[in-house]
């Protein structure tokens, strides 16, 4: 009933910068929070960042300051501009989004594909 896409990620090299961003569609009567999480390699997914409809924003203590969640909420969409860039950023990155369905579906909370961000010289 919601799709998410994402697009924007790819190989960067170390204090390079990259643009994520995640479009959802479908039956949405209203968004609360979009978010963006990583996983590597042998690792668990863990929380990047995410912001609320009211634009008050988390991040991680190991991207804080160099990373940037922005929402737009006309479009549904959410992004991750990242900056300066380490090797331990390399993860598959995915959205998260969740909120309201129309009609009176009730709630949703879904994931996106997953994007590839590899950072390495």
């Known amino acids: 009933q919601v799709q998410l896409v994402e697009s924007g990620g790819g190989l960067v090299q170390p204090g390079g910068s990259l643009r994520l961003s995640c479009a959802a569609s479908?039956?949405?009567?209203?968004?609360?929070?979009m978010g963006w999480y990583r996983q590597a390699p042998g690792k668990l997914r863990e929380l990047v960042a995410r912001i609320t409809t009211s634009s008050n924003t988390n991040y991680a203590d190991s991207v804080r300051g160099r990373f940037t969640i922005a929402r737009d909420n006309a479009e549904n969409t959410v992004y991750l501009q990242m900056n300066s860039l380490k090797p331990e950023d390399t993860a598959v990155y995915y959205c998260?989004?969740?909120?309201?369905?129309?009609?009176?579906?009730?709630?949703?909370?879904?994931w996106g594909q997953g994007t590839q961000v590899t950072v390495s010289s």
């Open positions: 998260n989004v969740n909120g309201v369905l129309s009609n009176f579906q009730g709630s949703f909370d879904s």
């Open positions: 479908g039956s949405i009567l209203s968004i609360r929070v």
